[in-house]
């Protein structure tokens, strides 16, 4: 039996990445980059080797069950784990662990976010195969993190135990010492300049056993609500199992539920082109740009038009003319023009576009 398995969690909005992420679309169900397939598809395309298809299991909100299937036609009802609510990463990774624990109590999991970048599938396969081989015998749980190029403060990072006389490699294990949420941009650079910092990828890897330890531990109230379902998974009761469960669990996340209070924390140093695409601004940097450091996709005309970032549809005529630095997007009706370098007002257009009518969100 193999008992590699692979958690994708795919039920977040991506608000950030509004208007083209919106909550009845999300951006993990688009073909962003325009490769033909969506971020979902392309996520579970790299486990390809990994683990077989049928260990393969998604976390989605009800919501979105279908999208699930149409893109993953190869999953069983029983792959695709549907969330009543959101509740945050820690529920969703109880709600698999526990379940897959149920069915082979020796699994060994890999879970991911649905809507990341990857640019070195092979490099990001060797990184997973290091963190399987190190939790497959060991009671520890592994994140990745990844070889900062830059003081970044839109990721969390963490600080790694050093070992003095060692030089710092890809795929090396190292115990964890502090995580530190989105730090401003003076303590992004000295946690640069240290050399003793990576960005937290949100990926993570462990066995079964040592993941309901440290829910037990840390998280006993998550624990004991999907202990209980034990008795239901794989059956018609999970449905109304998990119902129950989750209007009773609290909304936190696996990072500060667990990752940051355990002390059996590991990261593999990690550099295989990863972004979490979270922004316009990410997608941009990830993207292959014209003479003009513009990123276009769409039936579009540019004049005098440079560092910016325009997706729209591609029936549409655009015609761009003086922008320096701007994100010009369009989606299902809605049209957002905005300074790069302001994104991050974006949550607050969509609150104030949901004032106008829900399907502009």
């Known amino acids: 039996m193999n008992h590699t398995y692979v958690v994708i969690m795919a039920g977040g909005v991506g608000t950030r990445f509004w208007p083209f992420s919106r ?3 999300p951006k993990q169900f688009h073909d962003v980059l325009g490769t033909g397939r969506t971020l ?3 996520t579970a395309d790299r486990f390809d080797g990994v683990c077989p298809p049928e260990n393969i299991f998604i976390v989605t ?3 979105y069950k279908d999208l699930c299937q149409q893109q993953l036609p190869q999953l069983s009802d029983d792959q695709v784990l549907c969330e009543p609510i959101a509740r945050n990463t820690a529920p969703c990774i109880a709600y698999a662990c526990y379940k897959i624990a149920q069915q082979d109590p020796e699994a060994n999991i890999v879970v991911a976010p ?7 599938e092979e490099e990001f396969k060797r990184t997973i195969q290091t963190a399987l081989d190190a939790t497959k015998e060991q009671d520890i749980l592994v994140t990745l993190g990844i070889q900062p190029s830059r003081p970044d403060t839109g990721y969390g990072y963490i600080q790694y135990v050093s070992e003095e006389g060692q030089s710092v490699e890809k795929s090396v294990l190292r115990r964890v010492k502090t995580f530190t949420e989105k730090p401003h941009l003076e303590l992004a650079q000295q946690f640069l300049e240290s050399g003793e910092f990576v960005w937290n990828a949100g990926i993570f890897v462990w066995n079964a056993q040592s993941i309901i330890k440290a829910f037990e531990a840390h998280l006993p109230e998550v624990a004991e609500i999907f202990e209980e379902g034990k008795d239901a998974y794989y059956t018609e009761r999970e449905k109304v199992f998990v119902n129950k469960a989750y209007s009773l669990t609290r ?4 990072d500060n539920g667990i990752m940051e209070k355990a002390d059996n924390v590991y990261v593999v140093l990690s550099d295989f082109g990863w972004s979490d695409l ?3 601004k990410s997608l941009y940097e990830v993207s292959d740009k014209n003479d003009d450091l513009n990123v276009i996709d769409g039936h579009i005309l540019l004049y005098d038009t440079k560092n910016c970032i325009i997706k729209t549809p591609k029936d549409r005529l655009v015609v761009v003319n003086g922008l320096d630095g701007y994100i010009v997007a369009e989606y299902d009706n809605v049209l957002m023009i905005c300074r790069k370098e302001e994104e991050q007002k974006v949550k607050s257009f969509v609150a104030d576009a949901k004032e106008r009518g829900t399907e502009f969100v």
Do not use: F, M
């Open 40 to 42: 979902l598809q392309q």
């Open 114 to 120: 649905a809507d990341h970048i990857i640019l070195k």
């Open 251 to 254: 909304s936190i996340s696996i």
């Open 278 to 280: 979270g922004t316009w």
């Open 23 to 25: 909550t009845s679309y």
């Open 61 to 63: 909100s009800s919501l």
